[in-house]
């Protein structure tokens, strides 16, 4: 499989090849154990910061995944991703995207709404990591659908901006149809 994030016009780098297996185990009580593996296939060391810039990126994932088995299991699932490349550092990209957003210095169990401007979204804060090269926000929504939207910066070719969301319920895929769009566009315009 090969993976390429870049801006338009940048010379695709050539990967090397990433595996990831995914094994579920079902335990007693209605529990199972959850074990991913990734890999990466390269010839040199050049792409060890990949994968492991790569790993940083499991315990969030794992998180949506809690989230969803614990408020939204059984009910289908619309994601969405909103991709944006900035010049400047994580920290820099980071002030650009949460200031407008009012996500400066949230805290987890917190109350959040987007403000006007931008599509409807809110819930109540799971999770904030900020180190030196990760940035993350993590909200469980109750609006535009009961979902998961997950707000990162991270380096990658400069600094990575994604915003994705995991939206649940018969209402998800409209709220898709309508807001990626919406959201590309804002995120453009802070990013271009």
Known sequence: MQHRFAAEGDAAPTWPAMA??????????????VRVVHSLFASTDEWDNQLEGTEQGWPGFFKILRLYLTYFRG?????????????????????AVTGPLKLTG????????????????????????????????????????????SLGAFPHQGTMVI?????????AAAAVTRDQPL??????????
């Open 163 to 171: 915003l994705s969301l995991y939206l649940y319920g018969d209402r």
């Open 20 to 33: 990831t297996e995914w094994v579920v185990e079902a335990k007693a009580g209605g529990k199972c154990l």
């Open 183 to 192: 959201w590309q566009k804002w995120m453009s315009e802070r990013f271009s």
């Open 75 to 95: 009910m289908p699932c619309t994601p969405a991703m909103v991709i944006a490349v900035a010049k400047g550092s994580e920290a820099e990209a980071w002030k």
């Open 106 to 149: 949230v805290k987890e169990g917190q109350t959040w709404k987007a403000p006007p401007g931008v599509p409807p979204l809110g819930g109540t804060i799971e999770g904030v990591n900020e180190t030196d090269h990760l940035r993350n926000v993590l909200v469980r929504l109750d609006a535009p659908t009961p979902g998961v939207a």
